[in-house]
């Protein structure tokens, strides 16, 4: 049986067609488009008529691929820009239209369980891992074991557009600039009540792309990215490198997609603080050992496979 999930989240919508083979989940499609659905929606708290129109523009394509790969169940989502924005019903209404059924809007913390069991596929980790989906609006933190599942979630409302639009003014991004997203990520960590493992695993784009760019992966290849280990020290570099380059320059990087370069400093900041913050969590309670970064090309579309390849969805 093949089936099709959608993620559709504030800055980009993510398509996977997929099949099991014996115990492995195998893609048969992978697709991800920058639409920006979040745009304006942390100052608005609406869906821009444009943003709603470049995404019902690409889920109308990937109808049209999940028709002719044959897949049997299809699955939709939508993430924090759909949770925080006004529109969402006549949004939803039409994607149902297109896709044949309806995006579904979730918790934060059922995307985290999503992001969770998606990003492990493939990685052959065990024990104690903390799952970080650096999104658009929001990030999603997740704590537990790899054979037991999620233990803890939280949903912060920190993602690379929702602090680009609330802080970037000048480019490239200020230091003051740069010191404020810092400590809005900071703050959110702090209050957030997770105790951090050792094993941190990064999902989504923001994640993909800082390991490309810090691995000099160009073009862009899934197999050399999932899976990918990277110190602090690396992402931290690659991020500040990010930061002191113009818009212009982020997006002629082969590594960066030019969509994603206005976003990427913001959203690179987060994945940096987490690590700092993990790190000084586990300092904290005298435990020896550095974290260690994993970057998974896995994340909520493989989730929603997973379940709907085990019937676990209507």
């Given at each position: ?117 998606g990003a492990m596929t493939g990685l052959g980790l ?27 979630a939280v949903s912060l409302d920190v993602g690379s ?149 085990d019937g676990a969805m209507p």
């Amino acid at each position: 049986m093949r089936v099709a999930a959608i993620d559709i989240g504030t800055n980009s919508v993510l398509l996977l067609v997929a099949e099991r083979r014996g115990d492995a989940i195998v893609p048969i499609v992978e697709r991800a488009t920058i639409t920006r659905l979040g745009q304006g929606v942390d100052k608005a708290r609406a869906l821009a008529p444009e943003a709603i129109r470049r995404t019902l523009d690409c889920l109308a394509r990937y109808a049209d691929e999940i028709r002719a790969c044959g897949a049997e169940r299809v699955a939709a989502c939508g993430t924090s820009a759909m949770r925080d924005a006004a529109g969402g019903e006549s949004f939803r209404a039409e994607a149902k239209s297109l896709l044949g059924v309806e995006p579904r809007v979730i918790s934060g913390r059922e995307e985290a369980e999503l992001t969770f069991d998606g990003a492990m596929t493939g990685l052959g980790l065990t024990g104690a891992v903390t799952v970080v989906d650096v999104g658009g609006g929001s990030t999603e933190i997740v704590t537990g074991d790899v054979t037991a599942g999620p233990d803890r979630a939280v949903s912060l409302d920190v993602g690379s557009v929702r602090l680009t639009e609330r802080h970037v003014r000048t480019d490239p991004p200020s230091s003051n600039e740069v010191v404020a997203i810092r400590k809005d990520v900071r703050d959110a960590l702090d209050g957030s009540g997770i105790v951090p493992t050792p094993t941190i695993v990064g999902v989504a784009g923001t994640v993909t792309t800082l390991a490309a760019y810090a691995l000099s992966v160009v073009p862009y290849d899934s197999d050399r990215v999932h899976g990918a280990r990277l110190s602090g020290d690396t992402v931290d570099a690659a991020v500040l490198r990010l930061a002191a380059m113009p818009l212009s320059a982020r997006r002629s990087l082969g590594s960066v997609q030019p969509e994603r370069a206005d976003v990427i400093v913001a959203g690179g900041l987060i994945v940096s603080e987490v690590l700092i913050w993990a790190r000084d969590r586990l300092r904290q309670r005298n435990d020896a050992t550095d974290v260690e970064f994993v970057a998974s090309d896995r994340g909520v579309r493989w989730g929603l496979a997973k379940r709907l390849l085990d019937g676990a969805m209507p």
